[in-house]
Antibody
Framework: EVQLVESGGGLAKPGGSLRLSCAGS????????MSWVRQAPGKGLEWVAS????????FYADSVKGRFTISRDNAENSLFLQMNDLRAEDTAVYYC??????????????WGQGTLVTVSS | DIEMTQSPSSLSASVGDRVTITCRAS??????LNWYQQRPGKAPELLIY???TLQNGVPSRFTGSGSGTDFTLIINNLQPEDFATYSC?????????FGQGTKVEIK
């Protein structure tokens, strides 16, 4: 069974940084595109960033472009989200998700349990 | 960006009811429309992809349809475990965008 486990969330001050990690297991991690999706308290889902299996394709939402960086280490079966210049509106549960199949842009077939990021002074 | 609009935002229904949720895209997205179910306090789960294909393990009482800009999710014979929030998402063009969600509550 595919497993995705996020870590790294917590409290950060405005302007601060956090690095989220997502460990994938029970599947060939290097074969699949990965994404980060967030959900602010009481709000809907918001796509944040995606990275293709070989890192050829990387896309960001405008709301995080220039502040967040998505990356992956296929040797370590890990996905990362470096978040800099954090703002109050970045407060959310952050989910990592794996594409259902091999093509970039496939539906998000598997999700982690999420990690909470709170940005507050 | 492609805007996704769901209706209604919430609804109340009883066990055994048939429920219909609609999702409209601001421009054509062919059949690149996915539905997710999210139970309270849990991560979203893929329910239907490519407008009408059920993800493995999803009961047949869930049906998806539509193409272009208008899509529908129907839940027949609503069960207690179906009370959740349902969100549509387009995977036609980045940025991938979600609808605001439809909360299905117990009447």
């Amino acid at each position: 069974e595919v497993q995705l486990v996020e870590s790294g969330g917590g409290l950060a001050k405005p302007g601060g940084s956090l690095r989220l990690s997502c460990a994938g297991s029970e599947y060939p991690f290097s074969h699949y595109s990965m994404s980060w999706v967030r959900q602010a308290p009481g709000k809907g889902l918001e796509w944040v960033a995606s990275i293709s299996a070989s890192t050829v394709y990387i896309f960001y939402a405008d709301s995080v472009k220039g502040r967040f960086t998505i990356s992956r280490d296929n040797a370590e079966n890990s996905l990362f989200l470096q978040m800099n210049d954090l703002r109050a509106e970045d407060t959310a549960v952050y989910y990592c998700a794996r594409d259902l199949a091999f093509d970039f842009g496939d539906p998000l077939g598997y999700w982690g349990q999420g990690t909470l990021v709170t940005v507050s002074s | 960006d492609i805007e996704m609009t769901q209706s209604p935002s919430s609804l109340s229904a009883s066990v055994g009811d048939r429920v219909t949720i609609t999702c409209r895209a601001s421009q054509t997205i062919s059949k690149y429309l996915n539905w997710y179910q999210q139970r309270p306090g849990k991560a979203p789960e893929l329910l239907i992809y490519a407008s009408s294909t059920l993800q493995n393990g999803v009961p047949s009482r869930f049906t998806g349809s539509g193409s272009g800009t208008d899509f529908t999710l129907i839940i027949n014979n609503l069960q207690p475990e179906d009370f959740a929030t349902y969100s549509c998402q387009q995977s036609y063009r980045t940025p991938w965008t979600f609808g605001q969600g439809t909360k299905v509550e117990i009447k």
